[in-house]
């Protein structure tokens, strides 16, 4: 079965990067499609970014547009969220997710979550 484990959550400073991983296993690693989402205190979860199994990128708002990249390797079956010019805002629990080819169009296009990761960005 299809499992996945984030890591590389903490602390860090407004402004400062901080790269997120997703390590996927059970599974023919190609075959899916592997996406971001992330729940604040108090807010819904919101998506952040997808990538299909083809590699096109769906992003789901303008918050963090030109500031994460989603990137995969295939080797290490492991997804990647490369976080950039991180804000207060950007502080949520981050989860990784997948289904089969392409990218939800919301949390519910998601079947399989991870446990998820907290980053905290603060000074």
């Known amino acids: 079965q299809l499992q996945l484990v984030e890591s590389g959550g903490g602390l860090v400073q407004p402004g400062g990067s901080l790269r997120l991983s997703c390590e996927v296993s059970?599974?023919?690693?190609?075959?899916?499609?592997i996406g971001w989402f992330r729940q604040a205190p108090g807010k819904e979860r919101e998506g952040v970014i997808c990538?299909?199994?083809?590699?096109?990128?769906?992003n789901y708002g303008d918050a963090v547009k030109g500031r994460f990249t989603i990137s995969r390797d295939n080797v290490k079956t492991t997804a990647y969220l490369q976080m950039n010019s991180l804000k207060p805002e950007d502080t949520a629990i981050y989860f990784c997710?997948?289904?089969?080819?392409?990218?939800?169009?919301?949390?519910?296009?998601?079947?399989?979550w991870g446990e998820g990761t907290q980053v905290t960005v603060s000074s």
């Open positions: 990538m299909t199994s083809s590699g096109d990128i769906t």
């Open positions: 059970g599974v023919i690693f190609n075959y899916y499609a």
């Open positions: 997710v997948a289904e089969p080819q392409r990218c939800g169009v919301d949390s519910n296009g998601f079947f399989f």
